[in-house]
């Protein structure tokens, strides 16, 4: 009987008590790791002012919390390791561990979970890459703003208000709108943080990034693209306002160019 | 007696070769950039344009790297042979720096072991010099309004910071380790081609002083991508850049195809694919992937040179020209390379846990292949920097696909070193604390990736001091920390001495946490909205800002430390046994200090080199 269970506990390649162990160490790491993602992601990622950058901080979180089981794993064991099947001595160690060269059970269900937790990312992400183009279709209901980069400032116009020019960009809140954005010398990148909407500005081309804008308030437009000398002083504001704001705004703007073209016949 | 050894050996080679040193080499590089400068200022059409200065200093910079070459005495082989005078075995035996003691660090010399040495120098004083701008860059990064350089020198910082650690991550495990252990791991008396060999170590070397002179041509602005058009206005210093990446390219492309051929080749009797050592796999996937990988790169630089020193508009939309071409280029070489850079450090580390856990490695085939797969996916990536760019957005949803496929052979990868961990004998030496660092440092590095993979979230944070922090934490975090491991384990056979590890242990352990400590905090501007490269910042990002900073003299500090070991135990540490940490690959049956031909009976190999928990 004696002989049984010692022969058997030779054969498996592991012990209960590793197991225990490691287990609550994983447990552990795996809830400070997913409560961590939860509250601190959306804390330090700030003010969410579009819907596109509601969208990047849940896609921030359920992937934290799909790694977390994983990378709890891998250090649960490496921390148990340190205590648990460590070698006092000071010269070489005279005993091995077990002859494990491989384990075809393992090495599959790791395979096989580290696949599916992948394909979970990829469904995702598609899903969200698929709905952002769908937003495509309304494109008479969008607001177009075009926006022009340069060495070390960005220009706004509103095609469909005549081509006013603004240095700061005025957007009506949940209107959806289209940035049509061009450099006139290097590659820039139009950014605006809080919004979580991006694109470069490259000469020779106009590329779009759309958005939402979902709260009032004063945002920032960051350049992206390093652009030289003043690259980080290429910043400014951005007014997401009430529609009957925006409407009146776009009109004085309107008004001043008319003034200013008229000045400018004389 | 030894200076009648050395007058022995002399006195059988004759001609120009032993006359051929470093001095040499530096003063016709000197001499010969001079002369072409001259030449092309008087000669060049046109007048006194931005366009003509350029080419006439991108000339001046080849006729230093091949007067250099010359000088050296790279070439004295190759005329000989098409002379018909091939070299004698003494001329040979003197290349390869018999007898000569010191001296034969400083020539043009093919011993392997010489080469790694001088690769393991020349990637210390690289780290050094690019580590002091990164000190430079991050105390000016303390307060919002940092004074401490101007604009245009920080963003020459940031270019120069970013170019010398990427070459020198590059170089740092298969230049001193692919090139030293290697082939003795292998069995092998020496590399294939010892005088490529040597060739791709001088050209390195030769193109220091190259990218170096960028500080004083206007400096290199435009971060280490470089990308266009900001190079095309860029000041003269951007010639330095794509010259130095033309050399680099070819001197990688020389020691790929050299330590692969080794491989192939030279592999002792008995020594079946299954039998090889998983860093040999590490090294030869790295090197074999640059093949491919880094003439892109050197294109990318012609065409840069090109447009900016003959007028062409490769990357020059108002004639025809597109930014995203030089993109496309660099990013073709730039992903693969970052592979280029981990796999050789992921192999050195699996080494060093098979040995300090006591156990063979758990599934070397799982090993091979998720280093083969990552090195296949690696190819197929790179569009994934360029989701920002409003290049192609149709192909976002395929390279999204492609690059989190990644995370399957990786995760292979993380398996195969903790089931190499299970129910060891941990043996927790400095070379295994580095072992533990990657386990760290990694999975937050390559967590980070995949939100960086997935198309919406890196359209916020593309271009964001996250993208800084996620990649120290893989290149520094997991290559870096390889590196460092790797010296900590191969030291006693690399110089004969023991590492002391009174001083390297503390050293990396605090550089481990000062490293942490910075690009946490550089995490969180970066979820913040801190763009990367800026010079200043707005106030919000202070509190983070500071983190990293007081991060980064830690690391300094624990970064010294481990040098100031490495050093004081080069020099004076206490004498190696043949084998200290009881290794079973071929390198630790070597004498102490090893014989110029390595072995002096070449091994027969009968296992695999994990044999632990067996009878041996």
Redesign the interface.
């Known amino acids: 009987m004696s002989n049984l269970t010692s022969a058997r506990s030779k054969k498996a390649?592991?012990?209960a008590k590793?197991v225990r162990s490691i287990f609550v160490i994983w447990l552990f790491l795996t809830i400070v790791l997913a409560y961590g993602a939860i509250n601190l992601?959306p804390k330090?990622?700030?003010v969410q002012a579009s819907d596109?950058?509601e969208?990047?901080v849940r896609?921030?979180v359920y992937?934290?919390v799909a790694?977390a089981p994983?990378?709890a794993?891998?250090?649960s064991?490496?921390l148990y390791?340190?205590f648990g099947?460590?070698?006092k001595?000071k010269s070489?160690?005279t005993?091995?561990?077990?002859?494990?060269?491989?384990?075809t059970k393992?090495?599959s269900t790791?395979?096989v979970v580290?696949?599916v937790?992948?394909l979970g990312?990829?469904v995702?992400?598609?899903s969200?890459?698929?709905s952002?183009?769908s937003e495509n279709a309304p494109a008479e209901e969008s607001l177009v703003v075009n926006v022009y980069g340069q060495q070390w400032a960005w220009t706004y116009s509103y095609p469909d208000n005549g081509n006013v020019e603004s240095h700061d960009l005025y957007l009506p809140i949940d209107k959806h709108v289209v940035f049509r954005?061009t450099s006139y010398?290097?590659?820039h990148?139009f950014?605006i943080?809080?919004m979580?909407?991006?694109?470069?500005a490259?000469?020779?081309?106009i590329?779009?990034?759309k958005t939402t804008p979902t709260k009032l308030g004063e945002f920032?437009v960051?350049?992206?693209?390093?652009?030289?000398?003043?690259?980080?002083?290429m910043q400014n504001l951005v007014h997401v306002v009430s529609e009957a704001d925006f409407t009146a705004w776009i009109n004085d703007q309107e008004l001043v160019a008319m003034t200013n073209e008229s000045e400018g016949a004389k | 007696m030894t200076t009648a050894i050395r007058k022995h050996a002399r006195n059988n080679v004759g001609g120009i070769m032993p006359r051929l040193n470093i001095f040499t080499g530096l003063l016709a590089g000197v001499i010969s950039a001079y002369i072409v400068w001259k030449l092309a200022n008087a000669f060049l059409p046109g007048d006194d344009s931005p366009t003509r200065n350029n080419l006439a200093i991108t000339v001046a910079l080849f006729g230093w790297s091949i007067g250099f070459m010359i000088g050296i005495g790279a070439f004295v082989g190759p005329i000989r042979w098409l002379l018909g005078k091939d070299l004698s075995e003494e001329e040979n035996h003197f290349l390869a720096g018999k007898n000569q003691g010191v001296w034969r660090y400083f020539r043009f010399t093919t011993d392997h072991k010489v080469v790694g040495i001088q690769y393991l120098v020349i990637t210390m004083v690289l780290f050094g010099v690019a580590g002091i701008m990164a000190m430079i860059i991050r105390t000016n990064l303390a307060t919002a309004n940092g004074q401490i350089v101007n604009a245009s020198q920080y963003n020459n910082l940031v270019g120069m910071h970013g170019i010398i650690m990427i070459v020198a991550t590059i170089i740092m495990i298969t230049g001193p380790f692919g090139n030293f252990i290697l082939p003795i791991m292998i069995g092998a008396k020496d590399m294939a081609f010892p005088r490529l060999n040597a060739l791709s170590f001088w050209l390195i070397f030769a193109a220091v002083p190259v990218l170096l002179s960028g500080f004083f041509l206007g400096g290199i602005t435009t971060g280490w991508t470089a990308y266009a058009p900001l190079s095309s206005q860029s000041s003269p210093g951007m010639n330095s850049y794509a010259v130095t990446i033309i050399i680099f390219a070819i001197s990688s492309a020389v020691a790929g195809a050299n330590i692969t051929t080794t491989t192939l080749t030279m592999r002792a009797k008995g020594m079946t694919w299954s039998r090889t050592p998983i860093f040999v796999y590490g090294a030869v996937i790295s090197v074999a992937l640059a093949i491919p990988a880094f003439p892109m790169f050197m294109v990318s630089q012609i065409f840069s040179l090109m447009d900016r020193g003959v007028g062409t508009t490769f990357y020059n939309a108002n004639g025809g020209g597109s930014a995203w071409l030089y993109s496309n280029l660099f990013w073709l070489m730039g992903h693969p390379e970052v592979y280029v850079i981990l796999l050789p450090a992921i192999g050195a580390l699996m080494e060093i846990t098979t040995v300090f856990a006591r156990k063979p490695l758990f599934s070397f085939r799982a090993a091979v292949v998720g280093m083969a797969g990552i090195a296949g996916l690696s190819v197929l990536v790179w569009a994934h920097h360029m989701f920002a760019a409003g290049w192609a957005p149709a192909l976002d949803g395929p390279f999204m696909v492609t690059t989190e496929l990644i995370s399957i052979p990786t995760g292979l990868l993380f398996l195969v070193i903790v089931g190499t961990l299970w129910r060891g004998n941990i043996w927790l030496r400095l070379p295994m604390m580095a072992v533990y660092a990657m386990l760290w440092n990694f999975m937050i590095g390559g967590i980070t990736g995949i939100y960086l993979s997935d198309v919406p979230a890196d359209m916020a944070l593309h271009g964001n001091m996250f993208v800084t922090a996620h990649f120290h934490f893989t290149l520094m975090g997991a290559g870096l920390v390889g590196a460092m491991g790797a010296v900590a384990f191969w030291f006693p056979k690399v110089t004969g001495k023991l590492l002391d590890e009174k001083f390297a242990t503390p050293g990396f352990l605090i550089s481990q946490v000062g490293f942490n400590v910075t690009f946490l905090g550089m995490f969180t501007v970066g979820l913040q909205g801190m763009p990367r490269r800026v010079a200043d910042y707005a106030v919000i990002f202070e509190r983070g800002n500071q983190i990293a900073t007081a991060g980064a003299y830690i690391i300094f500090f624990g970064m010294l430390l481990f040098m100031y070991a490495m050093i004081s135990s080069w020099i004076s540490g206490k004498k190696a046994p043949i084998n200290p940490w009881g290794s079973q690959t071929l390198e630790w049956t070597v004498r102490n200090p090893i014989p110029l031909e390595n072995f002096d009976e070449l091994p027969v190999v009968t296992s695999d080199p994990y044999r632990f928990g067996e009878k041996r």
């Open positions: 390649w592991y012990k590793d992601t330090l990622m700030g596109t950058m969208d990047v896609t921030m992937f934290t790694a994983v990378a794993l891998v250090w064991i490496a390791s340190l099947w460590r070698y001595g070489i160690p005993e091995d561990g077990p002859a494990l060269h491989s384990n393992v090495i790791w395979v580290s696949s937790l992948c990312l990829l995702w992400g598609l969200l890459v698929s952002n183009a954005v010398d290097v590659v990148s950014w943080p809080e979580g909407t991006k694109i470069d490259n000469p020779g081309a590329t779009e990034t920032t960051r350049c992206a693209e390093l652009c030289g000398l003043y690259h980080s002083q």
